[in-house]
């Protein structure tokens, strides 16, 4: 198993940045892809930006495309990711997420393929 504890969400002006953190314990890090998810009042959660075990992989909701940054650190057992030019409607609730895979480049950005979650961190973006 492994459990997972966000960090670094806050408030912020539109157009700032913002850097999350997941801190993983309990596995071996390196042997689970990760993903961070959000989900905005009244809406559903969904997916933002995945990255492959390896760190050789990465992929982003076209919402975020070139605004976000995903990254992790396997001998740190951490996941962030970066968050620039924020926008009020980036305001949710971001998870981090952990499955297993026997293959290295392996993302998904389908919540069911993910079977650890954290808490959540709340990020605000103020217009």
């Known amino acids: 198993q492994v459990q997972l504890v966000e960090s670094g969400g806050g408030l912020v002006q539109d157009g700032g940045s913002l850097r999350l953190s997941c801190a993983a314990s309990g596995s071996t890090f390196s042997n689970y892809y990760m993903g961070w998810f959000r989900q905005a009042p009244g809406k559903e959660r969904e997916f933002v930006a995945g990255i492959s075990r390896n760190n050789g992989a990465t992929y982003y909701s076209d919402s975020v495309k070139g605004r976000f940054t995903v990254s992790r650190d396997n001998a740190k057992n951490a996941v962030y990711l970066q968050m620039n030019s924020l926008k009020p409607e980036d305001t949710a609730v971001y998870y981090c997420?952990?499955?297993?895979?026997?293959?290295?480049?392996?993302?998904?950005?389908?919540?069911?393929?993910?079977?650890?979650w954290g808490q959540g961190t709340q990020v605000t973006v103020s217009s």
């Open positions: 997420a952990a499955g297993s895979s026997i293959l290295y480049y392996r993302i998904y950005d389908r919540q069911a393929s993910y079977v650890y």
